[in-house]
């Protein structure tokens, strides 16, 4: 069964692009949950108080070589900003380089090195080593240390939970990592690599969320699929190849 559902998925994936929305209610829209796009993802509230997040998975066709040199100087402070106290990764980053001729085959990398060898533990041992705040500090100062713009974002995690009332463990950290001629594009390196599921919902200030709860409504593909790329099937056995988000 799961050979078959990617192999349908492999002949919709050239198609058209494929869609993941998922619909949520909360028990009150707190002013930290707003309205935001990027390259692959969407979040919208309408009037009735629903909170919809779609996420578009599409093939990445970035001809970018590496290094990239960047004009913006707000990329570029924010390279410099991120890149400080960072010299315990720099040994990985020159061995990442070295390998590296695509902007995107850089990033890759990086997520290839961060979901290999950083561990989750209750322990905090920066920068291999500690919770979801850690893998997004080090992910972003090693991408930094190779000239490309990255921050820290926080989501609401819901996969597989139909209902949770927030609190710190509710909490995601991820990050938004920046492309030429695509814009920020969110990742969560250890778990999702280049991409973040629906059921993450972007929060700008998370410390105003505690105590509100939050209902998953429904979770459907543009397909017509009911929720198998929410499910590992397709998401982790996808070849690299493909580019997929």
């Known amino acids: ?9 492999s002949l ?19 002013a930290s949950v707003k309205e935001y ?8 509230i309408d009037n009735n108080g629903e909170i919809k997040v779609e996420i578009k998975y599409k ?6 070589k590496y ?26 980053v020159e061995s990442i380089e070295k390998k590296s001729k695509g902007y995107y085959q850089c990033v890759d ?22 919770d979801c705040n850690i893998a997004a500090e080090t992910t972003v100062k ?14 609401i995690k819901l996969d597989e939970k139909t209902a949770v009332i927030i609190s710190g463990k509710s909490l995601h950290a991820v990050v938004e990592i920046y492309y030429p001629d695509y814009g920020w594009v969110f990742s969560d390196p250890v778990k999702y690599h280049h991409f973040i599921p ?6 700008d200030k998370s410390e105003h969320l505690l105590g509100i709860k939050f209902s998953k409504k429904n979770c459907l593909t543009g397909k017509g699929f009911t929720d198998i790329l929410e499910g590992k099937i397709i998401i982790n056995k996808l070849p690299n190849l493909l580019r997929f988000y």
């Open 1 to 9: 069964m799961k050979f078959f559902l990617i192999f349908l998925f």
């Open 12 to 30: 919709n994936l050239f198609s058209s692009d494929i869609a993941l929305k998922c619909t949520y209610k909360a028990s009150e829209i707190p």
């Open 37 to 44: 796009s990027n390259y692959n993802y969407s979040l919208t």
């Open 59 to 64: 093939p990445f066709k970035l001809k970018a």
């Open 67 to 92: 290094p990239y040199k960047f004009n913006n100087k707000k990329l570029i402070r924010l390279i410099k900003q991120n890149s400080k106290n960072s010299e315990d990764l720099l040994l990985f």
């Open 109 to 130: 990398n990086v997520l290839k090195f961060i979901s290999l060898n950083f561990k989750y533990s209750k322990k905090i041992a920066p920068p291999f080593k500690g």
């Open 142 to 155: 090693m991408l930094a240390l190779c000239k490309i713009p990255a921050r820290i974002r926080y989501v």
């Open 198 to 203: 629906a059921s993450y919902l972007f929060v």
